[in-house]
T-cell receptor, first 113, second 115 residues
Framework: AQSVTQPDIHITVSEGASLELRCNYS??????LFWYVQSPGQGLQLLLK??????LVQGIKGFEAEFKRSQSSFNLRKPSVHWSDAAEYFC???????????FGTGTRLKVLA | DTGVSQDPRHKITKRGQNVTFRCDPI?????LYWYRQTLGQGPEFLTY????????KSRLLSDRFSAERPKGSFSTLEIQRTEQGDSAMYLC?????????????FGDGTRLSIL
């Protein structure tokens, strides 16, 4: 069965510091991978997605993610965090032939001024 | 593109009552999804529609839950005889027709609280 693991429940970084949020997936073939961000009381906003091709994908708000097949990972990065990035981040996977997403449990990001 | 709209944003009700939520997807999107998100968890898939056809339902969708999309546009999710465990955020999403990689666009959700 497919699964997504986000090992870090909470992460705290200082404003201006770099960020990496981890995501590991379990799936036999190459999955479709997504990162979403959720602010308190809001829905989910798509940051970026990976289907195939270049393993480094660029998203909105200065985020990028790298797909590493050998590690079954799809980590999200940002070189310099802004206070407005404080939110919860979800990694999700979808497999070919099904349209439902499997989400991780999320990583809550806190940004220190 | 007005985004996915959900109504109401918040619903408080007593245990045992019925509740109904509405979702209006992005107008050109054929697929519509319902997810449930409990505190501290990621969203969990409930069901999805392609046009008016309900094509997949999760085992989470007990017989107290029913979803409809009668004209292939808006959708409703009804919960009958609500229980404490139904307290959650109910999220609706929509996407274009295409492969599994079509990104889903989410609404702001309906937060259900059972007293």
């Amino acid at each position: 069965a497919q699964s997504v693991t986000q090992p870090d429940i909470h992460i705290t970084v200082s404003e201006g510091a770099s960020l990496e949020l981890r995501c590991n997936y379990s799936y036999g073939a190459t999955p479709y991978l997504f990162w979403y961000v959720q602010s308190p009381g809001q829905g989910l906003q798509l940051l970026l997605k990976y289907f195939s091709g270049d393993t480094l994908v660029q998203g909105i708000k200065g985020f990028e993610a790298e797909f590493k097949r050998s590690q079954s990972s799809f980590n999200l990065r940002k070189p310099s965090v802004h206070w407005s990035d404080a939110a919860e981040y979800f990694c999700a996977v979808a497999s070919s032939g099904t349209y439902k997403y499997i989400f991780g449990t999320g990583t809550r990001l806190k940004v220190l001024a | 593109d007005t985004g996915v709209s959900q109504d109401p944003r918040h619903k408080i009700t007593k245990r045992g009552q019925n509740v109904t939520f509405r979702c209006d997807p992005i107008s050109e999107h054929n697929r519509l999804y319902w997810y449930r998100q409990t505190l501290g968890q990621g969203p969990e898939f409930l069901t999805y529609f392609q046009n008016e056809a309900q094509l997949e339902k999760s085992r989470l969708l007990s017989d107290r839950f029913s979803a409809e999309r009668p004209k292939g546009s808006f959708s409703t999710l009804e919960i009958q005889r609500t229980e404490q465990g139904d307290s959650a955020m109910y999220l609706c999403a929509s996407s274009n027709t295409g492969g599994s990689g079509q990104p889903q666009h989410f609404g702001d959700g309906t937060r259900l609280s059972i007293l």
